[in-house]
């Protein structure tokens, strides 16, 4: 089955910018979205194939995707950012959702 | 605006059933992909099984094939997820979601219900 590797965590100051990576074979060739999920409470789309926001989501929130990574991008982060990130793709070949281990993100 | 509302879960013994509802309101339900995802404790997302608009395809992940089925009742707005022979791995929470712009991601989530498997 196809595998999304995201780094367990990331940790940046207030007002930085920070870039959270998901690997995968070949992924460019995928459409990647990205979820946030704040302590307790069900997942938020932040970005759909691989850098287009949903309605409601701040444009401090983008991605990209090339090669073999794809990245979500949060610039000028505050506390309210703080929460577990969730990359995802569809696996066309095997019929299946798949999503990255996730990442937390602490704002120091 | 769009509220999904998750019910059903609770604790269950090891081989025991279950099944879990999600009721729909704010959107035109019928008209796209219902999809359940499940959270087990401290751990990431899982996508678990999803249903087509009429009902005339179904998705499952692998470990779940013969054990779990999901349903629909366009009528009542409402998705169902039927767990049969539960094991302690099914234990988390388990998200109803719908994909209202394309079936590859998910752009609503209810808040969940927690379905425990253990003795």
């Known amino acids: 089955s196809y595998v999304l590797t995201q780094p367990p965590s990331v940790s940046v100051p207030p007002g930085a910018t920070a870039r959270i990576t998901c690997g995968g074979n070949?992924?460019?060739?995928?459409?990647v979205h990205w979820y946030q999920q704040r302590p307790g409470q069900a997942p938020v789309l932040v970005v759909h194939?691989?850098?287009d926001r949903p309605s409601g989501i701040p444009d401090r929130f983008s991605g990209a995707n090339s090669r073999n990574t794809a990245t979500l991008t949060i610039s000028k982060v505050d506390a309210g950012d703080e929460a577990d990130y969730y990359c995802?793709?569809?696996?066309?070949?095997?019929?299946?959702?798949?999503f990255g281990g996730g990442t937390k993100l602490t704002v120091l | 605006e769009v509220q999904l509302v998750e019910s059903g879960g609770t604790l269950v013994q090891p081989g025991g059933s279950l099944r879990l509802s999600c009721t729909a309101s704010?959107?035109?339900?019928?008209?796209?992909?219902m999809t359940w995802v499940r959270q087990a404790p401290g751990k990431g997302l899982q996508w678990v099984a999803n249903?087509?608009?009429?009902?005339?395809?179904?998705n499952y992940l692998d470990s779940v094939k013969g054990r779990f089925i999901i349903s629909r009742d366009n009528a009542k707005k409402s998705v169902y997820l039927q767990m049969n022979s539960l094991r302690d791995d099914d234990t988390a929470v388990y998200y109803c979601a719908t994909s209202t712009v394309s079936m590859i991601f998910f752009d609503y989530w209810g808040q969940g219900t927690l379905v425990t498997v253990s003795s």
């Open positions: 995802q793709v569809w696996d066309g070949d095997r019929i299946d959702w798949v």
């Open positions: 704010g959107l035109s339900f019928s008209s796209y992909w």
């Open positions: 249903i087509k608009q009429d009902g005339s395809d179904e």
């Open positions: 070949n992924i460019e060739s995928k459409s």
């Open positions: 194939d691989d850098s």
